[in-house]
């Protein structure tokens, strides 16, 4: 039973343009949202994060919006760079709970053509 | 190091016998967590450790698995009798155990189960 998906295997983006990657989430406990940036051989780098008591939270080029009601979040990148391509993955944890164990979803294969 | 370390970064293993993993936390971080990334797939929580106990073990898929920490430092994820869906990208990571705190992985050690 996946607690978090990440239903687009893959996205191929432009360079300049945005990149919008998406994640559904099914639990109602998790309250902290994150994106983690994976390149091949490497451990995930943490990239942005958001609370439940916010819909927007952002970082430089890096965006990331959250519908509770819908459960549902996204990362907009803009503008996207060559540099961005790598494995972005959703992950959501509840605070409340104890060790902010993190649930991972399937991750999504970015590429940025220039 | 400045950061989390794991060794050995590859394993190939005939099944049957067992593997020992280890993680080297980043200095300070009290908190210790194992992830699994099977083929595919997202990371899979394992266990998490707050100092040297481990309050969390849901995510240990079977008893061949286990794990210690000692001195609140080094941790070691063992895997008796393994088998070949034990084959995988183990990934540890750490933090300063805060809710909310950022969990910095490791590379990760490729585990393969002939």
């Known amino acids: 039973d996946q607690q978090v998906k990440q239903n687009s295997p893959s996205l191929s983006v432009q360079e300049g343009r945005i990149s919008i990657l998406n994640c559904d989430y099914t639990?109602?406990?998790?309250?902290?949202f994150l994106w983690y940036k994976k390149y091949p051989a490497e451990g995930p780098t943490f990239l942005i994060s958001?609370?439940?008591?916010?819909d927007k939270n952002e970082d430089g080029r890096f965006t990331v919006f959250l519908n509770k009601s819908a459960k549902h979040l996204s990362l907009h990148i803009v503008p996207s760079q060559p540099g961005d391509s790598a494995v972005y993955f959703c992950a959501a944890s509840a605070l409340r709970g104890y060790g902010n164990k993190l649930v991972f979803g399937a991750g999504t294969i970015l590429r940025v053509k220039s | 190091g400045a950061g989390v370390s794991q060794s050995p970064s590859n394993k190939v293993t005939e099944k049957g016998k067992d593997v020992e993993l280890r993680c080297d936390p980043i200095s300070g971080h009290t908190a210790l967590y194992w992830y699994r990334q099977s083929l595919g797939q997202g990371l899979e929580f394992l266990i998490y450790?707050?100092?040297?106990?481990?309050?969390?073990k849901s995510g240990l898929p079977s008893d061949r698995f286990s794990a210690e920490r000692t001195g609140g430092s080094v941790s070691t994820l063992t895997i008796q009798r393994t088998q070949q869906e034990d084959s995988a990208v183990y990934l540890c990571a750490s933090s300063l155990g805060l809710a909310g705190s950022e969990q910095f992985f490791g590379p990760g050690t490729r585990l393969t189960v002939l």
């Open positions: 450790f707050q100092g040297n106990s481990a309050p969390d």
């Open positions: 958001i609370s439940s008591i916010k």
């Open positions: 639990n109602s406990m998790f309250d902290y």
